[in-house]
């Protein structure tokens, strides 16, 4: 859906979060989007990208081009298990992911 350079970013709090769009999470990303969106990461720590019609099986895919997803500790036991917990949580599985990386 997107080529790099394509995405309409729009800051939503002075210090923390920004929502972008045009891009479709459903299709795979070329690496250039996908560098395109770490880096706005990166800056805003925090992306909405809304109106994404996706399976778990493609939020997992997208979580994991940020690093290795681990389950929300705070999720009651029994409520989703292994990666559809992942998927349910991606955000938060990025984030504890960087801090491995870094």
Same mark, same amino acid.
């Given at each position: 859906m997107t !080529?790099?350079?394509e995405l309409q970013v729009t800051r939503r709090h002075p210090l923390i979060g920004t929502e972008v769009r045009g891009v479709d999470l459903? #299709?795979? +990303?070329?690496? !250039?989007?996908? &560098? %395109? +969106? /770490? !880096?706005l990461w990166m800056e805003h720590l925090l992306l909405i990208i809304p109106d994404q019609a996706i399976t778990d099986e493609q939020h997992i895919a997208f979580g994991r081009r940020f690093g290795? +997803? &681990?389950? /929300?500790p705070s999720l009651a036991i029994g409520y989703a298990s292994g %990666?559809?917990?992942?998927?349910? /949580?991606? !955000?938060? #599985?990025?984030?504890?992911s960087s801090k491995a990386q870094a």
């Open positions: !080529a790099a350079g459903s #299709q795979p +990303l070329d690496d !250039a989007t996908f &560098e %395109e +969106l /770490h !880096a290795e +997803l &681990e389950a /929300h %990666e559809r917990n992942a998927a349910i /949580h991606t !955000a938060w #599985q990025i984030f504890y």
